[in-house]
T-cell receptor, first 112, second 113 residues
Framework: AQSVTQPDIHITVSEGASLELRCNYSYGATPYLFWYVQSPGQGLQLLLKYFSGDTLVQGIKGFEAEFKRSQSSFNLRKPSVHWSDAAEYFCAVGGNNNDMRFGAGTRLTVKP | NAGVMQNPRHLVRRRGQEARLRCSPMKGHSHVYWYRQLPEEGLKFMVYLQKENIIDESGMPKERFSAEFPKEGPSILRIQQVVRGDSAAYFC???????????FGQGTRLTVV
């Protein structure tokens, strides 16, 4: 079965600084990859997804992610973080014959 | 088109009681997933269902937990004889296709006292 690792449990960045959240997956075939964001007390909202094609994916709220097959990674990036980006971020992997599995999440704190 | 609806949003149960969590998927979605989120932890897959079928229940505890998605009505996650360790947020998600984007409900927060 597929699995996802998010190595960073908690990241703190200053407002305006760049951000990269790491995600590594394990899956035997071409995966479907997702990044979700969860604000406190809320459900999950999709930021972006990769199914095929261009390996650099643009999402909502200025986020992007790059699929690197050789590294089994799908890191999330944002050039300039806003205070409202403080939340929990989840990477997820799915496959053609498999349901979606999530990483443990990375909590983002934004310093003023 | 309403989103994924979960109810109740908050549920308090005493130890030994039963908890029933309901999830109405988005219109046109026939795939439903249940996840559990423990405090300070990520989302743990529990079960994946299609209408009237359990496709993958590898994440469900072997005892006390069950799930269904009948032909009519919402999907139900049922926890019998709840214990304090069952206290968590339970999220439901639905998708139109198996490998497609999943839309999440706002979750049911279960507290066992």
């Amino acid at each position: 079965a597929q699995s996802v690792t998010q190595p960073d449990i908690h990241i703190t960045v200053s407002e305006g600084a760049s951000l990269e959240l790491r995600c590594n997956y394990s899956y035997g075939a071409t995966p479907y990859l997702f990044w979700y964001v969860q604000s406190p007390g809320q459900g999950l909202q999709l930021l972006l997804k990769y199914f095929s094609g261009d390996t650099l994916v643009q999402g909502i709220k200025g986020f992007e992610a790059e699929f690197k097959r050789s590294q089994s990674s799908f890191n999330l990036r944002k050039p300039s973080v806003h205070w409202s980006d403080a939340a929990e971020y989840f990477c997820a992997v799915g496959g053609n014959n498999n349901d979606m599995r999530f990483g443990a999440g990375t909590r983002l704190t934004v310093k003023p | 088109n309403a989103g994924v609806m979960q109810n109740p949003r908050h549920l308090v149960r005493r130890r030994g009681q039963e908890a029933r969590l309901r999830c109405s998927p988005m219109k046109g979605h026939s795939h439903v997933y249940w996840y559990r989120q423990l405090p300070e932890e990520g989302l743990k897959f529990m079960v994946y269902l299609q209408k009237e079928n359990i496709i993958d229940e590898s994440g469900m505890p072997k005892e006390r937990f069950s799930a269904e998605f009948p032909k009519e009505g919402p999907s139900i996650l049922r926890i019998q004889q709840v214990v304090r360790g069952d206290s968590a947020a339970y999220f439901c998600a639905s998708s139109p296709l198996r490998q497609d984007e999943a839309f999440f409900g706002q979750g049911t927060r279960l507290t066992v006292v």
